[in-house]
């Protein structure tokens, strides 16, 4: 359970920006940060998602035990789970791009990190 906690805690985000009232204020950066954070546990845990599937899949086609309709649904949940794979990688392609693009001060760095 820590780790988990460690994890969701890991999401938030320090404000960088300037102090008024005694608070920092959080810019355009910090939020594109905390988006970046959230997209990243998301499509992690849509990675167990279908790595789960694609298990339920293949237990459902070992224990067919020759049952021509259980193998079949079988390779339909493990098909299901791979377009499903492809689906969650596209849209993570996707939302990178975008949060990149909203960053400020892009610059040059790797395509997967943000940098403000």
């Given amino acids: 359970m820590t780790g988990l906690y460690n994890q969701m805690a890991a999401i938030v985000v320090q404000c960088t920006g300037p102090v008024i009232s005694g608070n920092k204020q959080c810019t355009l950066c910090d939020f594109i940060a905390l988006l970046d954070n959230i997209k990243t546990i998301v499509f992690e845990m849509l990675a ?7 298990l339920y899949g293949a237990y459902r086609m070992i224990l067919s ?26 849209s993570f392609i996707i939302v990178s791009t975008l949060l990149r693009v909203l960053a400020p001060n892009g610059g040059i760095t790797p395509w997967n990190q943000i940098q403000c």
């Fill in 65 to 90: 035990a020759g049952d021509p309709g259980g193998y079949e649904a079988g390779k339909k949940a493990i098909a299901s789970a791979f377009i499903g794979l492809a689906i969650i990688l596209t």
């Fill in 48 to 54: 167990v998602v279908v790595m789960i599937m694609i």
